[in-house]
């Protein structure tokens, strides 16, 4: 007679072993039509498993986002039974569930089309029509493989004979279609419902390895409702139009090509934004106390392997061999940088906290699959610091930090931020003594200060835990930013020491610290954020000053000279075109103010003042548009 404990702290008894279905069913109707799977003592497990001790039940509904990533992998394995109906001779892979939808590799000799996505999207919904039974079976391992051996999916057999002796290994079945599966996964094919899409194809390695075969990827996306389904694809059709690639180009500030892949060429424009967003954070920086310094890009290997670079994080640094047979890393990071700068003088407690920031270009060797313009490269810099502190003095300069990220964040728009707290990853340096005096220090100083946050197991930095800052931008994506890491690690292994109140040597703690993250990502989220409409301080050119006829030349050069007077980032068009041309091409390029200046703007010297997206013009005097404008294009604080 097993007793079932809700979340709720309620009890039901039951007279025998039970289902998690047959639990939903005695709670009511609406929940077991809306459960996907039961969570039994922590661990998920589909609707029809029997539940024959006492234990701690919770139903898990297609609307929570467990019950949303169940719905996303039952329909990737309704996509797969469709592609192996439409096509037999595919060999399916690995499908998993991810954000917002879900992905199946394959193997085939043709390429697939945007048409054949058509096709496979119109059998899964014959599918769910069907409303297949889906049933759990387990099965013996070489059975297993040599099942799949026999269906020619010689894919599935590696991914079988490669679980751990001893593991369970589970099938999935649904009509003829038989899939390896951990689970869980709802009863039938029928509750996955019909708010889902494919979206797009992509290639993949085989497991992630460039050195492996290429495969196919269809790439989809599934809901609880066909409202939700609605709402996610206007969200993509959105984050289309704010691409940040295709904008850049329209707005000239960048461009990559193949001799320099995943670094950046900035234009004239691009450049200007960049050195705006420096010029912004020096002032912020320098106001809290932080002093600029600037290490080298290319240092020994030595360093590295002290620092605990080399064994942690080398494969994903660049090297280069001299003729002396000195063994060089560009730096993929800037705090063993920062220790030597510390290391260089006899330091004293009546020093601490330092702060040493740098704006340091570093370069890590990202798979050129995962790069993604501004937002994933492989040369990017940093608005780093590092701050080294005493171990009582964590928690204030925690408050600090956490302040001045969400100051910034406010005065770049983004009002809306998620805080993580990051504990300890598999692979790190430094034993768990150390890494529980970091974590403990690091959530207390968050928990003094009233932060509210989630956590985010394993996410760690390798030599210690670290505060996560993620922005919400405009059309509710996550962009995590800031970092802030406790490292009791690092500072011990490069030898660096202070000298206490009690005379002798001490080892600072260190707080690594990063505001924007990468300043060309964070120009990447600002110009998808805006959809390329900057506020006037940020934007590169601020004003273009356009004539209607050319009897206007010498005063656009007047009022020109005025407006960069007044410190504006300026541009005249003279050509001999039409002022709906001008107006429509500079619109395009997102200059957030359009003059045109005209015959009667000539004798009255007076503006006609258009804003980026409005067709309203403003007519006002010379002096008044300058002064507006030059007050308008301050920079916050």
């Known amino acids: ?61 297609r609307t929570s986002e467990d019950g949303l990533e169940v719905l996303r992998h039952d329909a990737a394995h309704v996509m797969a039974e469709a592609v192996k109906e439409l096509y037999p001779e595919t060999q399916v892979t690995i499908g998993p569930a991810i954000t917002d939808g879900f992905y199946y590799d394959f193997a085939r000799d043709e390429a697939f089309t945007p048409e054949d996505l058509k096709r496979i999207e119109a059998r899964m919904h014959d599918i769910v029509q069907r409303d297949e039974p889906v049933v759990r079976e387990v099965w013996d391992r070489a059975g297993a493989v040599d099942f799949f051996r026999g269906q020619g999916e010689v894919y599935k057999a590696e991914i079988i004979a490669g679980i751990p002796e001893g593991e369970e290994v589970t099938v999935y079945r649904q009509g003829r279609f038989v899939d390896l599966c951990r689970g869980p996964h709802m009863p039938s094919t029928g509750r996955l419902g019909r708010a889902f899409k494919l979206t797009k194809l992509a290639g993949a390695y085989w497991r992630g390895d460039s050195r492996n075969e290429m495969l196919q990827r269809i790439y989809g996306t599934a809901w609880a409702s066909n409202k939700d389904l609605r709402k996610y694809l206007h969200r993509l059709e959105e984050a289309e139009r704010r691409d940040h690639r295709r904008l850049g180009r329209q707005m000239d500030l960048f461009h990559f090509q193949d001799e320099a892949v995943g670094a950046v060429f900035w234009h004239e424009k691009g450049w200007t934004l960049f050195r705006t967003l420096v010029e912004y954070m020096r002032r912020r920086q320098d106001a809290a106390g932080y002093r600029e310094v600037n290490t080298p890009e290319l240092m020994d290997r030595s ?127 430094g034993d768990d003594r150390i890494w529980d005096r970091a974590e403990a220090a690091l959530q207390q100083a968050m928990d003094s200060m009233g932060l509210d946050y989630t956590h985010n197991p394993g996410e760690g930095a390798f030599y210690g835990p670290k505060i996560e800052f993620a922005l919400k931008d405009a059309i509710g994506r996550e962009w995590q930013c800031g970092t802030l890491q406790v490292d009791l690690n690092l500072p011990g292994r490069l030898g660096a020491a202070y000298i206490g109140e009690d005379g002798g040597r001490h080892t600072p703690v260190l707080l690594h610290r990063a505001l924007f993250g990468s300043l060309e990502r964070f120009i990447g989220i600002l110009i998808e954020h805006y959809a390329g409409s900057l506020p006037l301080w940020l934007a590169p050119r601020q004003v273009v000053v356009a004539t209607i006829t050319s009897d206007a030349d010498a005063y656009a050069a007047e009022v020109l000279g005025a407006l960069e007077g007044a410190g504006l980032r300026t541009a005249a068009d003279l050509r001999n075109e039409k002022i709906n041309y001008k107006v429509r091409e500079h619109s395009v390029a997102k200059t957030p103010v359009i003059i045109a200046l005209g015959k009667r703007e000539v004798e009255q010297r007076t503006v006609s003042l258009r804003r980026l997206g409005r067709k309203a013009q403003q007519v006002m005097s010379l002096d008044e548009a300058v002064s507006r404008l030059a007050d308008e294009s301050q920079p916050p604080g």
């Open 1 to 61: 007679m097993p007793e079932i404990t809700l979340p709720d702290g309620s009890k039901k008894a039951f007279p025998e072993a039970v289902t998690g279905i047959g639990v939903a069913e005695s709670i009511g109707a609406g929940l077991a039509k809306a459960a996907v799977a039961v969570r039994v003592d922590g661990e998920m497990r589909d609707l029809s498993a029997e539940i024959a001790a006492d234990s701690a039940v919770e139903i898990i509904t």
């Open 303 to 429: 360093l590295w392997e002290a620092s605990g670079h080399w064994d942690t994080f080398g494969e994903n640094m660049f090297t280069s061999r001299t003729e002396d047979e000195r063994l060089w890393a560009i730096k993929p990071m800037n705090c063993p940088g920062h220790v030597q700068v510390f290391k260089n003088a006899l330091r004293s407690y009546r020093e601490l906290p330092l702060r040493l920031s740098e704006f340091g270009k570093v370069h890590r060797y990202e798979p050129s699959g995962a790069l993604h313009g501004l937002m994933r490269v492989r040369a990017f810099t940093q608005d780093d610091a590092h701050i080294f502190c005493t171990a009582d003095q964590i928690t204030e300069e925690t408050d600090g930090v956490c302040n001045l990220v969400l100051g910034i964040y406010r005065d770049m728009g983004f009002d809306d931020v998620v805080i993580k707290f990051a504990d300890r990853p598999p692979r790190r340096v």
